[in-house]
């Protein structure tokens, strides 16, 4: 469904991403984890068409990224690290203009909109400005964003930062329904529970390169680490162990 | 703490001076350059002026100081405006509030930092335009440095009590009225006074005080000459103090100015002594959301009716609807609506006595209101990409086209842009009568002008985009705004040049001088076409690349 094949970007001398390759196929939820810096958001820009690769390609639903862009898209919905959305717009027309975007009918959108609205506790809000919106409130909104159009694929970057435990649970409830349903998901995330609860397999980059892939268990046995939970996974994959030396400057 | 406070802004400075890129010394020399002849074409103008009224007998010296005191008024009803403006902004909607608020620092010393910033903004520009009045003054009435020193330490205490006025009022208003809605307020009442002062300035004709002929009506007025103007301001004081400098009356200079500093003073003081009861409440109150609920019927848009193309008028409708609810926008209509009025009441009042004249200045006319929608393209157009901010990333991930989405651009700002264009050339052919082939042409070419100014705006605000600004005023005086603006004008200046060959044989053919010659016509008409489609497409093109590339 989504497929990164020799993925590259490079600021100046900076290499932020280095030859990346990986896939995600229908119904399978792929995590992406990293420390801070590893090139994970710069990634998912390249996927969704934000940023242009060095070199490689991005491959969404058989087409690709840098020559058919707009087909790509269509296929597509993202939720960004930070969801900056038109503050001068309402929730219900922030989502009447992605559904214009996207092409949802307009009985569909009437039908659709209040739907989402509700589902994500926002019906009060729905005639607000986006202005007058919290962060968590904003997220939900852009999640339904891309509801509204029922996408075949899902990029998703750190989708539950600033979501309340309750918000929280229903995002991840309708995340396994859409894989069930055969959506690709593709989540960078910094909550190594929710990686662990979702995902079907958990990438791990630093420093721009993909140093892991698999399932939790493949994890546990490339890092020696069989029968840890996946934050001790993560620590000894990315040098983790070092930290220890850092608290000494407490 | 209040020091800690001023040495952070002064190594800010500093970082900023020491960072720059040598590409960032020579564009800001460029600028300081710019800066430097504009100051010194104003002192030229207003030593002409002084001159002159110096040269007037009897009444000259009075005319000097009258002027120089409805100058300062006017200076202090600026900084006042300007005050408004920018307390509302510095004071309640810094970016670097929710730190000082966090820090352990008393509420008048935020005040006090975020005051004098204020205070510093709104009033350094207008007092500078001061220098070449008073550096002008010096030169009429062959006065020494010593008297700049004079003014230069008079000057501070008026600046600051003009100042003063604006920020009280919005810490009063914000006070009584701690909602975002009072920012709205305050924002319009500000561009609406700012729009009349500049209307009464132009109305008040203050070229007759140059005309011999109305110079007899002056005269009458000797006694209007002879009395204060507004004895009870601050500008009084200032004027008062700097004649008795020029008629070197120290003591009489030093008791106005000490008096001014002493008032300056107390007032600030008591400005921050109330702050510490009233400005967080305002605060407060400012960072709260304007809630009116709003309805969102599900039907078909009204561009969608228009065009039928469903992404378009989305694009369209959002555009609209995000521009009319910014009430930012709004003070910019009420700017614009001056300008225009101003532009035609000053090209009524041009003293033209013959029809060719008139026909003359109708073509030329291209020259001027191209300016003036250059300068409306650098405020509306060029920022249009720009203004997308953080919200960019909804139209780049979605399935749209750049080139749609600048069309959309265009198409937005092309319909206010022309229908400015068609009021100033129809109006202005109609004020001066213009024959009907200088009408149809300077019409023609200010609607293509109007255009093209649109093209290039969209072209240079996406060859030169930043997502990342707080304010329109940092995208407009950012180098790509200086670029498209240069390119602007140099391109209303090739127009003219290319339709002057039709039109001075036009005029050849009225007075019997010569004949019409189709050829050179045909060139002059190739010459336009080429660079229209050179302004429409060169820019277009890259701006599109661009921002496909933008990272």
Redesign the interface.
């Known amino acids: 469904m989504i497929r990164l094949e020799g993925l590259s970007k490079s600021f100046g001398a900076y290499a932020a991403v280095s030859d990346l390759n990986l896939e995600v196929k229908p119904g399978e939820i792929v995590g992406f984890l990293g420390p801070n810096g590893a090139g994970k958001t710069t990634t998912v820009k390249m996927m969704t068409g934000l940023l242009r690769p060095t070199s490689g390609r991005v491959l969404v639903a058989g087409r690709d990224m840098a020559r058919d862009p707009i087909a790509a898209k269509r296929a597509m919905g993202l939720v960004p690290d930070e969801p900056f959305v038109y503050p001068k717009l309402t929730g219900a027309e922030y989502l009447r203009f992605v559904g214009e975007l996207y092409g949802v009918c307009l009985s569909d959108m009437k039908k659709r909109v209040p739907e989402l609205l509700e589902m994500f506790e926002l019906t009060p809000w729905g005639g607000e400005l986006l202005e007058s919106y919290s962060h968590g409130m904003r997220q939900k909104l852009v999640l339904g964003g891309i509801l509204l159009h029922d996408p075949k694929i899902l990029v998703l970057d750190e989708p539950m930062v600033g979501l309340d435990p309750k918000s929280a649970r229903l995002v991840k409830d309708i995340f396994l329904r859409l894989a069930r349903r055969g959506t690709a998901i593709f989540m960078c995330t910094h909550v190594l529970e929710i990686a662990e609860k979702l995902c079907h397999r958990i990438g791990v980059m630093t420093r721009g390169k993909l140093i892991a892939c698999g399932t939790l268990d493949e994890l546990r046995a490339q890092s020696k680490e069989e029968g840890r939970d996946l934050e001790s996974v993560f620590l000894s994959l990315t040098g983790g162990a070092e930290y220890s030396t850092l608290l000494r400057h407490l | 703490m209040f020091g800690t406070l001023l040495r952070r802004r002064a190594r800010t400075f500093f970082n900023t001076i020491l960072h720059w890129t040598g590409y960032e010394w020579l564009r800001n020399a460029a600028f300081g350059s710019a800066g430097f002849g504009l100051l010194f074409g104003l002192h030229d103008g207003f030593y002409r002026l002084l001159k002159y009224l110096a040269g007037v007998e009897l009444i000259g010296l009075l005319l000097i100081w009258k002027l120089t005191a409805m100058l300062l008024l006017m200076t202090f009803s600026m900084v006042i405006v300007s005050s408004l403006l920018t307390a509302l902004t510095t004071l309640f909607y810094s970016s670097d509030l929710k730190f000082l608020f966090k820090a352990p620092l008393s509420l008048r010393v935020v005040f006090l930092d975020k005051s004098l910033e204020s205070a510093f903004f709104a009033s350094w520009m207008i007092g500078l335009i001061l220098v070449p009045y008073i550096a002008a003054l010096m030169r009429v009435r062959g006065l020494g440095a010593g008297y700049f020193l004079a003014f230069a330490a008079a000057l501070p205490p008026f600046l600051l009590l003009a100042a003063s006025f604006g920020i009280a009022f919005t810490l009063l208003l914000l006070w009584l009225f701690p909602t975002s809605r009072t920012r709205d307020i305050v924002w319009v009442f500000s561009s609406l006074s700012l729009t009349v002062v500049y209307g009464l300035v132009r109305f008040a004709q203050p070229e007759r005080l140059i005309r011999p002929d109305a110079l007899k009506v002056v005269a009458e007025y000797l006694n209007f000459l002879q009395a204060p103007t507004a004895p009870y301001l601050p500008s009084w004081w200032l004027a008062e103090a700097l004649r008795m400098a020029a008629e070197g009356n120290g003591r009489g200079w030093a008791l106005r100015t000490a008096g001014s500093w002493a008032m300056a003073c107390l007032v600030y003081g008591l400005l921050v002594a109330l702050a510490g009861k009233i400005y967080f409440i305002g605060y407060s109150g400012a960072q709260e ?8 019927a ?4 009204p561009e969608q009716r228009l065009l039928g193309v ?2 378009a ?2 694009l369209l ?2 555009e609209r ?2 521009f009319f ?2 009430v930012k926008h709004w003070s910019q209509i009420l700017l614009i609506m001056g300008l225009v009025f101003v532009y035609l009441f000053s090209i009524q009042r041009l003293p033209l006595d013959s029809a060719e004249l008139k026909s003359l200045v109708s073509f030329l006319n291209v020259g001027a209101a191209g300016f003036v929608l250059a300068a409306l393209g650098l405020r509306f157009t060029f920022p249009a990409i720009s203004l997308e ?3 960019w ?9 750049i080139g749609q989405i600048m069309r959309e651009k265009f198409a937005f700002s092309a319909v206010p842009i022309l229908g400015i264009a068609a009021t100033l050339a129809a109006m202005t052919n109609w004020i001066l009568e213009a024959d009907r082939f200088t009408s149809w042409l300077s019409l023609a070419a200010l609607l293509t002008v109007g255009l093209a100014i649109c093209a290039m705006g969209v072209g240079f605000g996406a060859l030169f985009p930043n997502f990342l600004v707080e304010n329109i005023h940092q995208i407009e005086s950012s180098v790509g705004g200086f670029v498209y603006m240069a390119a602007c004008l140099f391109y209303v200046g090739l127009t003219i040049a290319v339709l002057a060959p039709p039109m001075q044989m036009h005029f050849a053919e009225r007075f019997g001088t010569g004949v019409w010659n189709s050829r050179v016509a045909l060139y002059s008409g190739a010459g336009w076409l080429i660079l229209n489609l050179v302004a429409f497409i060169v820019p277009w093109q890259l701006g599109r690349q661009a921002l ?2 933008h ?1």
Not at chain 2, 298 to 301: A, N, Y
């Open positions: 959301g304007a809630l009116h609920r709003r309805v969102h599900f039907q078909l848009l469903r992404s008028a989305a409708w959002k609807t995000t609810r910014d901010g953080r919200s990333w909804v139209l780049r991930s979605a399935p749209l086209d496909e590339d990272e």
